[in-house]
C-alpha cells in the first residue's frame, strides 16, 4: 500500500506549492485513494478520498477545501453534489457525457489513466471530465485527450517496476504536458512532484 507525499504547484503561477499526504490501494472490487493536503508550513487545506470500481469508474468521490464539500460518483455520466462545510446550500448537478472527475489531485490522473486502459494498439483517447479546483470547488466541464507514448521497464529490489508515459491535452485550452505513472503512484506530471514514497507502487491488474 503505498505512501507518500507530493508537492503540488501552479505550472502557470506562482502560487505557493501545497503537500498532498497520500495513501492507496488496490482491493477486491477496485482502488481507493485518500489524502490531506496542507500549505507548505502544514497547515490543512483539504482532502481527497476517490473509490474506483475494478473497470476504473469512480464509484465514490469526497473531497474537502476550505469551506466547501463535494460528493459525486459515476451516475448517469457523472453526478455530484456541492455544499458548503455546514452541509447547507447543497446543490446537485449532473453531466451526461462525462466519465471521470478531474482537478489538482494526482489521484485523477491515475484514475482516468485507469479507466482509459490505453495500449500500444489503442493509444489515444478522449475523454470529457469534471474538474473541481480549491478553493471553490467549483465545477467545470472539460475535455481531455490522452495519450500513451510509451512504457519502461526498470529493476527494482522488489521486482520489476513499469513506468507508463502519457501525453496529456487540454483540449479547450491548447495545453499539453507529459504524465509519468508507476502503478498506483505519479511519478511526475505538470504541477506535480513526488516529494516522498514510503513504499513501492501497486500494480494495478485490468478487468476485463
Same mark, same amino acid.
Request: charged share 25%; hydrophobic share 35%.
Given at each position: 500500500?503505498?505512501?507518500?507525499?507530493?508537492?503540488?504547484?501552479?505550472?502557470?503561477?506562482?502560487?505557493?506549492?501545497?503537500?498532498?499526504?497520500?495513501?492507496?490501494?488496490?482491493?477486491?472490487?477496485?482502488?481507493?485513494?485518500?489524502?490531506?493536503?496542507?500549505?507548505?508550513?502544514? &497547515?490543512?487545506?483539504?482532502?481527497?478520498? $476517490? %473509490?474506483?470500481? #475494478?473497470?476504473?469508474?469512480? +464509484? @465514490?468521490?469526497?473531497?474537502?477545501? /476550505?469551506?466547501?464539500?463535494?460528493?459525486?460518483?459515476?451516475?448517469?455520466?457523472?453526478?455530484?453534489?456541492?455544499?458548503?462545510?455546514?452541509?447547507?446550500?447543497?446543490?446537485?448537478?449532473?453531466?451526461?457525457?462525462?466519465?471521470?472527475?478531474?482537478?489538482?489531485?494526482?489521484?485523477?490522473?491515475? &484514475?482516468?489513466?485507469?479507466?482509459?486502459? $490505453? %495500449?500500444?494498439? #489503442?493509444?489515444?483517447?478522449? +475523454? @470529457?471530465?469534471?474538474?473541481?479546483? /480549491?478553493?471553490?470547488?467549483?465545477?467545470?466541464?472539460?475535455?481531455?485527450?490522452?495519450?500513451?507514448?510509451?512504457?519502461?521497464?526498470?529493476?527494482?529490489?522488489?521486482?520489476?517496476?513499469?513506468?507508463?508515459?502519457?501525453?496529456?491535452?487540454?483540449?479547450?485550452?491548447?495545453?499539453?504536458?507529459?504524465?509519468?505513472?508507476?502503478?498506483?503512484?505519479?511519478?511526475?506530471?505538470?504541477?506535480?512532484?513526488?516529494?516522498?514514497?514510503?513504499?513501492?507502487?501497486?500494480?494495478?491488474?485490468?478487468?476485463?
Amino acid at each position: 500500500m503505498p505512501r507518500g507525499r507530493y508537492r503540488l504547484h501552479d505550472p502557470d503561477d506562482r502560487t505557493p506549492p501545497a503537500d498532498e499526504h497520500f495513501q492507496c490501494a488496490p482491493g477486491p472490487t477496485g482502488w481507493r485513494y485518500v489524502s490531506r493536503r496542507t500549505t507548505g508550513t502544514g &497547515a490543512p487545506t483539504g482532502s481527497v478520498d $476517490l %473509490t474506483l470500481d #475494478a473497470l476504473g469508474r469512480p +464509484v @465514490r468521490l469526497e473531497l474537502a477545501a /476550505a469551506h466547501w464539500r463535494v460528493r459525486g460518483a459515476a451516475l448517469d455520466g457523472l453526478t455530484w453534489v456541492r455544499m458548503g462545510a455546514d452541509g447547507t446550500d447543497a446543490d446537485e448537478q449532473r453531466t451526461p457525457g462525462a466519465r471521470a472527475f478531474s482537478g489538482e489531485s494526482p489521484a485523477f490522473l491515475i &484514475a482516468t489513466a485507469r479507466l482509459l486502459r $490505453l %495500449t500500444p494498439e #489503442a493509444p489515444t483517447a478522449r +475523454v @470529457r471530465t469534471v474538474a473541481f479546483t /480549491a478553493p471553490h470547488l467549483a465545477p467545470r466541464t472539460l475535455d481531455q485527450g490522452w495519450t500513451l507514448l510509451g512504457s519502461e521497464d526498470h529493476a527494482t529490489d522488489t521486482g520489476t517496476l513499469t513506468v507508463d508515459h502519457y501525453q496529456l491535452d487540454d483540449l479547450e485550452t491548447g495545453a499539453r504536458g507529459t504524465v509519468h505513472l508507476a502503478g498506483d503512484v505519479v511519478l511526475a506530471a505538470p504541477g506535480v512532484e513526488l516529494a516522498a514514497l514510503d513504499s513501492p507502487p501497486s500494480v494495478l491488474t485490468q478487468a476485463e
